[in-house]
């Protein structure tokens, strides 16, 4: 990491505690914000947001690594998730996963080479009643069919 | 929005899914006041719809008993029971209702802040609710003052979740809130004594304070009337899998499995998941049972399965979610449910004794009784009711199977 | 008491349990509760492991700590209450109202029965080759609840490598039970703040921050985790293999230097209870190991109170005479090595506060390869030189680069008591049965002074008694040399002495009030760095800081249990041995009179004794790369 990045990445931080307050019951939040705009937060991220909070860097990494939707190492620039509990894996989540699979060449866990899209499972969505349900980013699909999923996925900068 | 407008919904129901006019509900609080509140929530019978089924005025009133001057009301949006999406259509649909109900919570107990946590799968939501409550800060519904009444003020900030289910356990949820790990706490002391950064705090579910305004409206006796003598009112069932119309049911407790079925036109239906991954399967000799904190409880999630389905692979799918999202900080949820997955896998592979499956159930009652919260108490009642009541297509004995739970 | 102010409460330490009233005799202030259908009364608040440990009742624990606070987390205490649909865990449940409890019931037993299952299905390793094999309380429980197999498996593979990277502290994940005594000694007991969980669910393990090796994150290697370790999933980093081929090397010439705390505590290593020093057994046991000299580590305790309290006294000239801004009071004490290292991660600025001279340990060291070589002819390059110290992160220091003044590496090796212990047993030695022996010269039985460096306060205790001698002429004005104020184990210590008819040279001193402060174990250390740090401490002179509770007998290389009990035992072992001893002020050993007159003939904080037995520190932050 550049110092310029750097010091741009604690300004953020710096930002984001006064936004929130310095107050641990704000961990979370910052941290959300870290992630959706840099898709990850990472250890220098990390360790700035403990040193602003007055608090130990593994206590942000014990509760990053806790939360599913939070991840200390970089992602794509889009992350798709698709809910692989009961409902949506009766209504043929398998089918979309294979699709999708096929279509962007990597597995589920991978992102692809040019990092547009990371590969993930969730689980449940509360989409059961209009499975298979993905959600891309924060924004939820439903009813998928393999068709309608790729080009969603196409869609996708 | 205007204040007396008549909100008209696609939906109708009994309770929840009966007219309203945004307001209400508040106006009638301030009206009745503090007492009379929870007398009628008292009278209603209101029992948590999260699934646990704690009676609510009991709750409200353990915090409005409480002399700290500080108290939060949280309203529990962290749905993430395999099979529940009632709490989304109250959200997207019925917002007034949940934010009442907590304007009025927070009214009843002495609150000035009221927290929705809401979990980031609901991400997309957030904007749609940031607006409704901007409309009701507008309205004076909301804020400084409500109502003109000067000694009332109540706000309500939304804070999301970051996918976790174990947050949905209210001392887990508060953890989160905090800034920590979503880690159950020790119970007692309860959240109503010591909860939000230490405060007295209500944390109810969506449901339950969407229940609140039409309480109040209605009386609590009419309230009554809806459902059965220990299950009280109407509850949303949200149902899901081998059906042809799959959706949100406002329904009076005490409505059966079979009737439940029938609604929702489900065919040739071999089984039914009541309260989602954490609850009972039962088979179809048990679909004249009733939907009730009595008999089939559940946080209102319905799963149906037809003929062609797998129980085993169901219960696997439940299994690898219990292990997934536990906590990890008791032993025997942490170590417990990796336990019943792996008789799972051991059945499939069909390397098993029973002996060591009686093991796993008595393992599995273990859980039941000594993990830390919730989630690792119920995680097994999956497994030991599908086990039971599904063995001949699981194992075999009745000649059908080829023992290695192909059906 | 000195408050905290800004105390962060960790997750692991918020009010989940009640606190009991403090006038009992009020209304409510108690409550009646049927265990196992006897009726006690205890007061309100009490936790049912306390009401039953009151009243005899066993409750097997796991993560429950006397020291730490309560995680309920192992769920081995779990009781029935009567009217409570599960099994609630005695170690966090508060009797708030009369209930009625059973800790014995077919339901508890084989719900512990399987949690205890549970855990040894993910324990790796076997029992007999194991470092804590009877002495680890997970194996304790096994035996306790009868088991004689592995109902839900056993695990075959090692889940995690083995973290080896530190020179004091060694951690084995394969045997963690996830008690997180380790995560509540590091974040809440030490306020050190290296172990949290990492990961959920099954995924869960204690970790470091991104799981990096011990040796580069921010450990101060204090070794409290080990002590409060259940398991073997921690501890030291053991060298007595090398020591034993070291002995077995007739051309080396192998001496042993041992601390005062070890000997008030390495009893209990062979069942006896603690509170007694074994400290002449210890001599004849060594000799009959094979060391071939085995000497007193107070002796050089007395030379750090010659060194850094000339150091003290040069400062306060520095600062009250010459008027120089740039002296740094009060000064610190730097004989603890994980305080060192504490105040090097997390307060870098001020390491200018400490003083510079070595710790008694390395002081030893350096003086061993010189002064003792030439003494007994021998060639330095052939000394081995060996410190049994109450101390994990001794290992560290010895290791560190500036401990390399004698030309050769000082100390060569650390060991902690449980080692000595081990390496004892191995000889076919039972230590308590051992006839009594004096320590070698030239450096003989050092004074008490030096012996009471074990317990908190005891640094300060032994520098006021010479300190103030020096100054004044006149013995300290406490009764039989017993500096009350010094004593016991509260957190943070404050008191003063007034300097009154000055000897000529120390004239300068006159009327001042020497202001002192003593903290014990890194979390009051931070008070103590927090009030530096505001200004709090402008009039005070010297600060003595312990990383470890309670002082070196706390030490993270002492026997394992431990509690506040045990170390009041033994800090009381210490000092009873050391009201018996002939010469009780540092400066009155005529070892060390010897020394200065023999060898350091430049006197304290002379150009050798700086060169020896003084050193610097490294500012090393808190930044992990």
């Not at chain 1, 593994?58 to 794509?76: D, H, I, Q, R």
Request: with cysteine.
């Amino acid at each position: 990491m550049l110092v310029l990045e750097k010091n741009a990445l604690s300004e953020e931080i710096e930002k984001l505690v006064h936004q929130f307050g310095k107050d641990r019951s704000a961990l979370l939040q910052i941290l959300q914000a870290i992630q959706r705009k840099h898709k990850f937060i990472s250890d220098f991220a990390q360790q700035e947001v403990a040193r602003m909070m007055d608090i130990h860097p593994v206590e942000v990494n014990s509760v990053v690594t806790f939360y599913a939707f939070l991840c200390t190492e970089p992602k794509g620039r889009n992350i798709v998730r698709l809910c692989q509990t009961i409902s949506c894996d009766m209504a043929g989540k398998e089918k979309i996963k294979e699709t999708v699979q096929r279509e962007l060449g990597i597995s589920f866990g991978q992102t692809t080479k040019d990092k547009r899209i990371t590969l993930e499972f969730t689980n449940c969505l509360g989409m059961c009643d209009q499975g298979p349900a993905m959600l891309v980013n924060e924004k939820v699909y439903t009813k998928l069919a393999p068709e309608a999923a790729i080009n969603i996925l196409n869609e996708i900068k | 929005m205007e204040l007396e407008k008549t909100i008209s919904k696609k939906r109708s129901g009994p309770v929840l899914f009966s007219e309203y006019k945004l307001g209400e509900g508040i106006k009638k609080a301030l009206e009745i006041g503090r007492e009379n509140i929870l007398f009628e929530l008292r009278d209603s019978g209101l029992k948590g719809r999260g699934g646990a089924g704690f009676p609510t005025a009991t709750k409200w009133m353990l915090s409005a008993a409480s002399l700290s001057d500080q108290k939060f009301i949280v309203c529990n949006a962290d749905e993430g029971e395999p099979g529940t999406f009632k709490d989304r259509v109250l959200l997207l649909e019925y917002p007034e209702l949940v934010f009442e109900g907590m304007i009025i919570a927070g009214y009843t107990i002495g609150a000035k802040v009221g927290i929705l946590y809401l979990r980031g799968e609901y991400e997309y939501m957030l904007k749609s609710l940031e607006d409704f409550l901007a409309t009701l800060r507008k309205d004076n519904l909301l804020g400084e003052n409500i109502l003109g009444n000067s000694s009332f003020n109540f706000d309500i900030n939304i804070r999301l979740g970051s996918g976790a289910y174990v947050c949905g356990e209210e001392t887990a949820l508060i953890e989160s809130l905090e800034g920590y790990r979503g880690e159950p706490r020790n119970r007692p002391p309860y959240p109503v004594n010591t909860g939000y950064l230490g405060h007295p705090t209500v944390v109810n579910n969506v449901e339950t304070l969407a229940s609140v305004p039409h309480i109040l409206l209605k009386g609590g006796q009419w309230f009554k009337k809806h459902g059965t003598d220990k299950s009280t009112g109407s509850k949303l069932f949200s149902v899901s899998g081998d059906c042809d119309k799959p959706g949100v049911y406002e329904l009076p407790w005490g409505t059966s499995i079979a009737q439940l079925l029938e609604i929702v036109e489900a065919k040739n239906t071999k089984a039914v998941q009541v309260g989602g991954a954490s609850g009972i399967c039962l088979p179809k000799s048990q679909f004249n049972r009733i939907l009730g904190y009595e008999d089939a409880a559940t946080g209102g999630s319905i799963i149906v399965f037809n003929q062609s389905r797998n129980m085993l692979k169901v219960l696997k799918n439940f299994m690898e979610f219990f292990v997934e999202e536990s906590c990890g900080q008791c032993t025997p949820c942490r170590i417990g449910n990796i336990k019943l997955l792996e008789a799972i896998e051991k059945i499939e592979q069909n390397e098993f004794t029973f002996m060591y499956l009686n093991n796993l159930k008595e393992l599995g009652k273990t859980m039941q009784v000594a993990s830390k919260c919730g989630l690792g108490q119920s995680s097994p009642n999956a497994f030991i009711s599908i086990l039971e009541n599904f063995k001949e297509e699981i194992f075999g004995l009745n000649g059908k199977g080829n023992g290695n739970g192909k059906a | 008491m000195v408050k905290r102010e800004n105390e962060r409460i960790p997750v692991s330490q918020q009010a989940h349990v009640v606190d009991k009233p403090k006038d009992l005799t009020n209304i409510g202030g108690t409550v009646s509760v049927e265990i196992n259908e006897k009726k006690i009364t205890v007061p309100l608040g009490t936790t049912i492991l306390e009401a039953c440990q009151l009243n005899q009742i066993h409750i097997p624990t796991l993560c429950h700590h006397p020291d730490l606070c309560i995680a309920g987390v192992c769920r081995v205490c779990v009781v029935e209450v009567e009217k409570m649909r599960t099994l609630q865990t005695a170690c966090s449940f508060p009797i708030m109202s009369p209930i009625k409890i059973k800790t014995s019931t077919e339901m508890v037993r084989k719900a512990r029965r399987h949690i205890i299952d549970l855990l040894l299905s993910e324990h790796y390793g076997e029992c007999y080759s194991c470092f804590r094999n009877a002495n680890c309380e997970l194996q304790s429980l096994a035996k306790e609840y009868g088991v004689d197999n592995y109902p839900f498996g056993h695990v075959q593979e090692q889940r995690y490598e083995v973290d080896n990277s530190s020179a004091a502290v060694i951690r084995d994940m394969n045997k963690c039970v996830l008690c997180k005594r380790c995560v509540r000694t590091c974040i809440d007991f030490q306020e050190v703040g290296v172990l949290e969980a990492i990961n959920r669910g099954h995924e869960t393990h204690v970790g470091t921050f991104l799981d990096k090796p011990l040796s580069e994150v921010i450990c101060i290697n204090c070794g409290q985790c080990i002590n409060r370790c259940p398991t073997a999933a921690l501890r030291a980093n053991d060298p007595s293999d090398e020591i034993w081929k070291a002995i077995d090397d007739p051309k080396k010439h192998v001496v042993i230097q041992t601390a005062p705390s070890p000997r008030a505590a390495i009893g209990e290593e062979f069942g006896q209870a603690p509170g007694k020093s074994f400290t002449g057994e210890l001599n004849t046991a060594l000799r009959r190991i094979g060391f071939d000299r085995v000497f007193d580590t107070n002796f050089t305790a007395d030379l750090t109170i010659m060194e850094e309290g000339t150091e003290l006294l040069t400062r306060l000239k520095k600062a009250l005479v010459d008027k120089d801004q740039s002296v740094k009071l009060p000064q610190f004490t730097s004989c603890s090595p994980g305080w060192v290292k504490y105040i090097e991660h997390f307060y870098p600025d001020y390491l200018d506060y400490l003083s510079t001279a070595k710790s008694p340990q390395q002081m030893f060291g350096a003086l061993l390869k010189t002064y003792y070589a030439k003494e007994a002819n021998l060639d330095p390059a052939d000394i081995v030189t060996v410190a049994l110290m109450p101390c994990a992160a001794k290992k560290f220091e010895c290791n560190r680069p500036e401990m390399y003044d004698s030309g050769f590496k000082d100390v060569d090796y650390g060991l902690t008591a449980r080692e000595m212990a081990k390496m004892i047993r191995e000889a076919g030695i039972y230590l308590p049965e051992m006839p009594t022996s004096h320590f070698d010269d030239p450096f003989g039985d050092a004074s008490g002074a030096g012996l009471i460096f074990g317990a908190t306060g005891g640094v300060m205790e032994a520098a006021l008694r010479t300190a103030y001698e020096l100054v004044t002429g006149r013995e300290v004005p406490f009764e039989n040399l017993v500096i009350e104020p010094c004593r016991g184990f509260e957190g943070v210590k404050q008191a003063s002495v007034k300097l009154e008819n000055c000897v000529e040279q120390y004239k300068f001193l006159e009327g001042v009030e020497l202001k002192f402060v003593v903290a014990h174990g890194t979390a009051n250390a931070k008070i103590v760095m927090e009030m530096l740090r505001k200004g709090e401490l402008n009039d005070v002179h010297f600060v003595e800081v312990m990383a470890c509770p309670g002082g070196c007998i706390g030490g993270g290389g002492q026997p394992i249990p431990t509690s506040a009990e045990i170390r009041k035992k033994r800090a009381q072992a210490i000092y009873e041995e050391e009201a018996t001893l002939p010469i009780r002020k540092s400066h009155e050993n005529t070892y060390v009179t010897n020394l200065y007159e023999k060898f350091l003939t430049d006197g304290p904080c002379g150009k050798l004794s700086h060169k020896l037995l003084h050193t610097h520190y490294v500012k090393r932050g808190k930044y992990i790369s």
